[in-house]
């Protein structure tokens, strides 16, 4: 039989009704393929449920058609035979040739291409008009997210040869909507002004330009609302609600109003507090972990402390999945709240394994040696806590995070999941900078913090300034022993000119040296160090270095060789590195030199702190003492004298000019004790989110340096205040302060404008 015998359905309704035509099954001989321009001939073999010599009938049929379709590149497919052979049918479905946008500013445009590619909408793809609806939705919901409630998008399909269609969005943006008034209605026991001032939304202003705050955001709106039930609920107010909210638009779509209706309450005091359930500690001991009392205003924040608190302190003896509940028992009448914590330990369960995940560089055993909790002992919150804080104290990775799965099949056991994200340990930087005490610094160095992933560090550099050059090399292995003993190296060449520095004394010294250091932890947070180096040091002066630096060479030479001893204990605490916000350091170190005309002592404290204040901002408090002298017949050289002024020290004054004027040379000589002082509030960028590169500060520092023979006088110190911006930018870190010096004295130099920029680019 020649001729065409049968015709099937070509849509996917038509096979699947039980009404379709029947055929007789046969044996196919070939299998042609028509109507494809773009697709291949073997794509569409691949998808048949049939080949050549195999028997073909309705299910087959019917399953070829629907596997055709479920493809997404055709819209229509036909089946048809002409005697043995079977001849597929298939009409294209168009493909996007291009995608473009008009009138997009507010986004960028590689961006909504990316976006929509992740939509399957690209140049290439095959067009579904579906797809296309969906996108142009998406596209002005995200106009309205960024406050563009006027925008329009027009969506235009232009069919081009060879079954494609290029796809153009135009835009028409509008101006953003911004918030003109922000009303909170049933506010009795604080104005309204004070709790808008809680708000992230806010009506424009000087920098809502930046921030965009001033722009209606549902979610920015919803954090804001918590803010204000929690400020509420954190001073007694124990049945405040949020009974409704409205947001409207003016028909012009440019102005928005918000209404917030409330119903504060009344105020409830806590009338007792009581534990009970499975304590299994003394009661004493966890109700001291209970920060509210009877008495007290109820304050959600303080029992949710509570609750945290009792829960981590049973997490340390190994209950790791302790429950605590604070049940409230609420007088209306007396307008009281009693408290039961009740506490549920669990079960305790111990640390079957430790395992170190993503560290494809660094060693296992660099990380494990951090890590304070141990296998097969019991669960340890506190510990765990601090694993991971001492593996991200390491800085060779990026991210650090700590799971504790629980074993399958097991009820007092689980995992410690260490997971690590690998960051560049080693670097080669050639910088310059600029900085406003020295001038333009050239930089290199070769680093490598952790050796072929052995933790180790290795280090070669050269930094050039106005009154430094400086040549060095380091190695130091942390772990010298398995104790955690560290062990270095160091080598250095430094040549320091102070004559391109107006303020201080003129002199010039060449020093060669090198040295090796121990470390020693004595305990968690612990450190003391030990080291002795050989030092060769000569001096030069010129016709303007001050008389008693002249007639300090004039008695003991201009050249010095001997040794010198160095002590240390420091103790760090800190949260992080680049972003602290609590914990503190404290450092005592102290220097000797010892040789045939070189005997000297230098002592140095140092203690900051930062206080957190609420989740965002932090105050630093800093002290530094030195002092020095010479021993054994000797004075203190010059060259080992204290300065204070500048980025560092004391802002607004400028570098090393704080001390005793040479009479002749009006220069700072320097001195040798020195008194540092600093308090730092400190506060994210405004619109920053969560970036952490940028952070900002309003300061004071006080500060002075007391020459050889003056009495120390705290009137001397002198003082200033402004404000700082500190910048981890791509080409390096950014100081920059703006000071205003508070009690200046005549002969005071100072520099309110000072900065420090650049170590790589």
């Known amino acids: 039989m020649n001729t065409k015998n049968q015709l099937f359905a070509g849509l996917l309704a038509a096979f699947l009704v039980e009404t379709a035509a029947a055929f007789t099954p046969f044996v196919v001989r070939d299998i042609r393929v028509e109507g494809i321009q773009r697709t291949e001939a073997g794509t569409v073999f691949s998808y048949l449920p049939v080949r050549v010599g195999e028997t073909f009938n ?20 036909r089946l048809e035979v002409e005697g043995d052979v079977l001849i597929v049918i298939v009409e294209e479905r168009p493909a996007i040739a291009a995608v473009d946008f008009t009138g997009v500013k507010a986004f960028d445009k590689d961006q909504l291409r990316k976006g929509l590619r992740e939509v399957g909408i690209a140049e290439s793809r095959i067009f579904d008009r579906a797809l296309v609806e969906r996108a142009e939705q998406e596209l002005k919901r995200q106009y309205l997210a960024q406050g563009y409630y006027a925008a329009k998008v027009t969506t235009t399909v232009t069919p081009l040869e060879r079954n494609r269609v290029a796809l153009s969005f135009a835009v028409e943006e509008g101006e953003i909507a911004k918030i003109r008034q922000i009303n909170i209605v049933g506010a009795q026991a604080y104005q309204e002004k004070d709790l808008l001032d809680l708000f992230v939304l806010r009506t424009p202003g000087w920098f809502t330009w930046y921030t965009k ?33 409205q947001v409207s638009i003016t028909p012009d779509k440019r102005d928005i109003y918000i209404t917030i209706n409330i119903r504060e309450g009344e105020r409830y005091t806590v009338s007792s507090v009581k534990l009970a359930g499975d304590l299994l500690l003394a009661e004493d001991e966890l109700a001291k972990l209970v920060k509210i009392r009877p008495g007290m205003l109820f304050s959600r924040e303080k029992v949710t402390e509570s609750t945290k608190a009792i829960a981590e302190r049973l997490s340390n003896e190994g209950y790791a999945f302790a429950n605590v509940n604070a049940a409230p028992e609420v007088d209306k009448e007396k307008k009281q709240v009693a408290f039961t914590f009740m506490v549920d330990p669990g079960r305790r369960v111990y640390v079957r394994r430790i395992e170190v995940q993503g560290n494809t560089r660094t060693r296992d055993e660099v990380i494990r040696r951090e890590i304070r909790q141990m296998e097969g002992a019991w669960y340890d919150g506190e510990k765990i806590k601090k694993s991971r804080a001492r593996v991200d104290k390491l800085g ?51 680093n490598q913090q952790n050796l072929f992933g052995s933790g180790k560090h290795v280090g070669v550099g050269f930094n050039t300034s106005k009154i430094n050059t400086l040549y060095s090399f380091s190695y130091t292995d942390p772990y010298y022993t398995i104790d955690g003993i560290s062990r270095g190296f160091d080598v250095y060449y430094r040549d320091t000119d102070t004559s391109k520095i107006t303020t201080l004394a003129t002199y010039a010294t060449k020093s060669l040296g090198g040295g090796v250091r121990y470390g020693f932890p004595i305990g968690e947070d612990d450190f003391v160090n030990f080291g002795l180096a050989i030092d060769g040091t000569q001096i030069k002066q010129t016709t303007n270095t001050p008389k008693r630096f002249k007639d300090f060479i004039a008695q003991w030479g201009d050249k010095f060789a001997g040794l010198i001893g160095t002590v240390g204990w420091a103790k760090d605490t800190l949260d992080s590195r680049i972003y602290p916000m609590s914990g503190y350091v404290a450092r005592l170190t102290g220097e000797i030199g010892l040789g045939s005309s070189l005997k000297y002592y230098r002592a140095n404290a140092q203690y900051q702190r930062y206080f957190p204040i609420g989740r965002e901002y932090a105050l630093m408090l800093n002290g530094e003492y030195g002092l020095a002298d010479g021993f054994g017949g000797r004075p203190l050289p010059f060259y080992k004298y204290y300065y204070a002024g500048g980025v560092g020290s004391v802002r607004g004054y400028k570098a090393g000019s704080l001390g005793e004027v040479d009479p002749t040379t009006g220069e700072r000589l320097g001195g040798d004790r020195r008194l540092v002082l600093n308090a730092e509030f400190l506060f994210p960028m405004p619109g ?74």
């Not at 009495?711 to 110190?717: A, I, P, R, S």
């Not at 004295?745 to 790589?760: C, I």
């Open 58 to 77: 309705e299910e087959k049929a019917a399953n070829a058609i629907k596997a055709l379709f479920a493809t997404g590149f055709f819209k229509d497919v």
């Open 213 to 245: 705050n001033d722009q209606y955001s549902k979610q920015k709106l919803s954090a804001d609302l918590e803010t204000l039930r929690s400020f509420y609920l954190d001073r007694g107010y124990l049945e405040f609600e949020i009974e409704s909210t």
């Open 396 to 446: 060779y990775f990026d991210e650090v995070t700590v799971e504790t799965p629980a074993v399958p099949g097991a009820t007092d056991q689980v995992d410690l999941h260490v997971n690590v994200k690998e960051k560049p340990t080693g670097n080669l930087m050639l910088g310059a900078g600029l900085s406003s005490s020295e001038g333009l610094v050239f930089s290199g160095s070769v």
């Open 688 to 761: 920053g989110g969560k970036d952490k590169s940028v952070r900002l500060g309003a300061f004071a520092d006080a500060g002075w340096v007391w020459g050889i023979g003056q009495k120390m006088n705290l009137g001397d110190l002198r003082t200033s205040a402004g404000l700082s911006l500190a910048w981890t930018s791509p080409l390096g870190p950014l100081k920059f302060s703006l000071a205003q010096p508070l009690n200046k004295k005549e002969g005071d130099a100072t520099q309110r404008l000072q900065f420090q920029f650049g170590t790589l680019f």
